[in-house]
């Protein structure tokens, strides 16, 4: 069995919600608050929320769409805030840009629907994180399939989803270990692949246990 | 004869691992590991009875399995203290404020005599509600962390209650609230905390099906056929009379029971006239259960929501709703308004259904009943919401994530 270059070290990741002073209670407002909010309050409402409703993997995506369906009942606007995948950002900045392009856009074009107040505000919200290791590390892929299935769902999150902003890459913490410290590209790429969208964190950490064991059988 | 699952005489934070899973308990004691002999002081004003005391009497526990140094102290205070704290409490939620200035100066002095009996010199303390609000007095040369638990709804306070207390609070380090919805402006860091259930306590432990069944029969519901249940006191604010015009619209389509189970009728004058207007309300339909419970029935709650077909919130105005909590906990369907922080729970159409009005609710409640595999998605994703957010563990975890942050801004 081949032994890594660089160990995998699993770490954990939780957060603490901060109420942030600001609040929204039409679209116009949703669209002054993306501009004024905090980097930490974008990560929130998007890639936090994902993590936060995980078990949910259909028509829920992020807190600013759901909140312009349930709250301001704008299912067009709602619908192309949910569109925004999270993947495709390597930066809080650009994701904040998106978000308030569309918001501003969709207000521009439906005055009359800019200032109508919604049924409930948006609070904004920051994630303040505090990241620890699990002490756990893995050398092998078998190490590596263990301590994934020993993870918790904050772990997984962490190492899966929120690590795309901390690399600035468009890979992930395993698929990163797995091509540049095992030379498995094709085993990183699959796993990257896996939807987070339309998976449960446990379901998408069932795949890629499910990947490494195929692996692990070649 | 009818048994109970068994349950642990002290119940240890690896008895949550079938519950949450090993990887998230290994979470918390991996969070807990920089942690190791620092002391926290939790104090609050009651140590039995009310959602606070419940709660510390699970966290304080297991933050102490975890390895910190834990002191839960419980303030003391004669008759007239509690009668000002409970007008406190009553204000600060919105309703005038009809006790003499005074009042004001017997609070602090109950605050000072509180003060030179407690230790107060913990790294983290953590003073829950507005009773012992005043204590930060204790605190100097801004040694320590001090946290303000706020349990209840700030969103209208009473200015002349919330203007006494206010300068208090902006002298903590942070204040944490149930809801955002809650909280108010101030110019300390505020923190969300949701409220939550023990999954382990008697209300939530899993049941055996012969207790639920026995438990249904000895209130004389049929177990055989659908059962809408509202747990909640017979108040106006739950709407119970419109639970059971709701029940009404259902029962012109489907057959079904309706259970309304709640104390307040007995030691409340206006709990026993609301119950009188629901059962003028029920008209002698035989298919409304209404079950007055003492404080103690715990199981039979637990029992009552476990063997329903439905869960029904239809309150008015509401502060978090742990009764939608527990029936979520319980895989149920739940049908509730959208008041307090029941959003927050139900998030329509992906975790209960939520409703604006008496139709609405009826039309949610036949919507589910007609569509049996709908329901059953909705009760599975409501226990991974409760799962992920508003369990005991959850809590211990905020506490753990929020003192690591204030040790390492």
Not at chain 1, 78 to 96: F, H, K, V, W
Not at chain 1, 183 to 189: D, H, P, V
Not at chain 2, 211 to 222: K, P, Q, V, Y
Request: charged share 20%; hydrophobic share 40%; aromatic share 10%.
């Amino acid at each position: 069995m081949s032994t890594a270059k660089q160990p995998f070290h699993f770490v954990t990741a939780s957060y603490v919600t901060r109420i942030s002073d600001q609040k929204a209670t039409n679209l116009s407002e949703l669209c002054q608050g993306l501009d004024n909010s905090s980097d930490a309050s974008v990560f929130y409402h998007t890639f936090q929320s994902l993590s936060r409703h995980h078990f949910l993997t259909e028509g829920f995506s992020n807190d600013f769409a759901q909140w312009v369906l349930a709250a301001c009942n704008r299912p067009q606007l709602a619908e192309q805030l949910a569109a925004l995948d999270i993947r495709d950002y390597l930066s809080l900045a650009e994701l904040r840009g998106d978000l308030r392009r569309i918001v501003a856009e969709y207000c521009q074009a439906n005055p009359q629907h800019a200032e109508q107040t919604a049924f409930e505000p948006f609070f904004f919200c920051e994630g303040m994180e505090v990241t620890v290791p699990l002490g756990l590390e893995a050398w092998t892929l078998e190490d590596f399939r263990g301590g994934l299935e020993r993870l918790s769902h904050a772990s997984f999150y962490y190492h899966f989803i929120a690590s795309r902003l901390r690399l600035q890459l468009r890979t992930n913490d395993f698929s990163l270990w797995l091509s540049t410290s095992m030379g498995l590209n094709g085993l990183a790429q699959r796993a990257n692949r896996i939807d987070i969208y339309t998976n449960t964190l446990e379901s998408a950490r069932d795949i890629l246990v499910s990947l490494v064991k195929e692996e692990l059988s070649r | 004869m009818t048994t109970t699952m068994p349950l642990p005489r002290l119940i240890r934070l690896d008895d949550y691992a079938p519950v949450l899973g090993s990887g998230e308990v290994a979470e918390l004691r991996a969070l807990a590991s920089r942690l190791q002999g620092r002391t926290v002081e939790m104090v609050n004003s009651t140590a039995v009875g009310g959602g606070v005391a419940e709660i510390l009497s699970r966290l304080v526990p297991i933050l102490q399995e975890l390895g910190l140094a834990v002191r839960w102290d419980v303030i003391t205070g004669g008759n007239d203290f509690f009668e000002i704290t409970k007008a406190f409490h009553n204000a600060l939620h919105g309703g005038p404020y009809g006790m003499p200035p005074a009042s004001f100066e017997i609070f602090l002095a109950y605050n000072e005599q509180n003060r030179a009996r407690l230790q107060l010199d913990a790294e983290f303390t953590v003073i829950h509600d507005p009773q012992p609000v005043a204590l930060i007095e204790a605190r100097r040369n801004r040694s320590g962390h001090w946290i303000w638990r706020c349990h209840i709804d700030l969103s209208q306070p009473n200015p002349t209650v919330w203007s006494f207390l206010e300068p208090y609070v902006i002298r903590y380090d942070g204040a944490i609230f149930s809801s955002p919805e809650f909280s108010r402006q101030l110019p300390i860091p505020q923190y969300l905390f949701y409220p939550c259930i023990d999954p382990l306590a008697e209300k939530n432990r899993e049941l055996e099906p012969e207790l639920i069944r026995a438990t249904l029969e000895r209130f004389g519901i049929d177990p055989q056929r659908t059962i809408l249940t509202q747990i909640s006191r017979f108040d106006r604010l739950k709407d119970p009379v419109g639970v059971v015009r709701a029940y009404q619209g259902v029962k012109r389509y489907l057959d079904c029971q309706l259970v309304l189970a709640g104390g307040g009728a007995a030691d409340d004058p206006e709990g026993g006239a609301v119950l009188e207007e629901v059962r003028q309300a029920a008209g002698g339909d035989p298919d409304i259960h209404l079950l007055e419970l003492p404080p103690w029935s715990a199981l039979e709650i637990n029992a009552l929501q476990r063997g329903s077909t439905i869960i029904i919130q239809k309150s008015l105005r509401e502060g978090f709703g742990l009764t939608v909590t527990e029936a979520l906990w319980k895989k149920k369907p739940v049908v509730a308004s959208a008041v307090g922080g029941i959003p927050t729970q139900v998030i329509h159409k992906h975790t209960g259904m939520l409703a604006h009005s008496v139709e609405g609710a009826a039309y949610q409640i036949r919507f589910l009943l007609s569509n049996p595999a709908t329901a059953a998605r909705l009760g599975e994703q409501g226990h991974e919401h409760v799962r992920e957010h508003f369990l005991i563990t959850s809590n211990v975890k905020r506490y753990l994530t929020l003192f690591l942050r204030l040790l390492c801004p």
